[in-house]
Structures are given as structure tokens and as C-alpha cells.
């Protein structure tokens, strides 16, 4: 089992920045890959980033340029700094990873007014 807790969500104006940690615990050393998927309402879930156990990293191309996710193993914890942020990243950031399954976080609100 794989717990992930995140943090760091808020209000921001446009153009500002966020950073995300989704702290991670349990059976982790099996983690494929992991992280960050987004909802914002009336939307379907959508992927905007994540990092695999090699260290190889994938972005929306919506987010590309403007976020960067990154590991820091000793903290077993992942993170997304979000830059330049526009009213349309408005969502709840949803921490996700993946061993056999997939195990998802509580998930955290991120609001960019204009």
C-alpha cells in the first residue's frame, strides 16, 4: 500500500507561482511512476505531470515551460513548482502514483485569479 498526501495549494493571482508536495509513504520502493494529475470543475481528470523511477519526466503540453516536477528521495516526496500561472490552471491537483495499481491523494485546490 501507498499513502500520498498533498500540500501546498492555494490562491494565487495570475503570473504567480505554487509549489505542490505530495509527501509519500508505505510500500514505495515499487512506485513506477508518479505524479500529478488535475480536475477542475465540470472537467474530466486530466494528467499534467509526472516522473518515473529512472528520473524521466512527462508534461501536458498545457503546462510545459511553466511547471516542473521533481523528486527529493530523502524526503519521500515529490514536487510540482508552478510558474506563470493562468486563471485556466484552476483545478484540484490530485497526487497520483503507480506499482501494480494506481493510488491517488486527497487532493489539493489551486485557484489563479485574474
Known amino acids: 500500500q501507498v499513502q500520498l498526501v498533498e500540500s501546498g495549494g492555494g490562491l494565487v493571482q495570475a503570473g504567480g507561482s505554487l509549489r505542490l508536495s505530495c509527501a509519500v509513504s508505505g510500500s514505495s520502493f515499487r512506485i513506477n511512476a508518479i505524479g500529478w494529475h488535475r480536475q477542475a470543475p465540470g472537467k474530466q481528470r486530466e494528467l499534467v505531470a509526472f516522473?518515473?523511477?529512472?528520473?524521466?519526466?512527462n508534461y501536458a503540453d498545457s503546462v510545459k515551460g511553466r511547471f516542473t516536477i521533481s523528486r527529493d528521495n530523502a524526503k519521500n516526496t515529490v514536487l510540482l513548482q508552478m510558474n506563470s500561472l493562468k486563471p485556466n490552471d484552476t483545478a484540484v491537483y490530485f497526487c497520483?502514483?503507480?506499482?501494480?495499481?494506481?493510488?491517488w491523494g486527497q487532493g489539493t485546490q489551486v485557484t489563479v485569479s485574474s
Open positions: 497520483y502514483a503507480v506499482d501494480l495499481r494506481a493510488y
Open positions: 516522473i518515473t523511477s529512472d528520473g524521466s519526466t
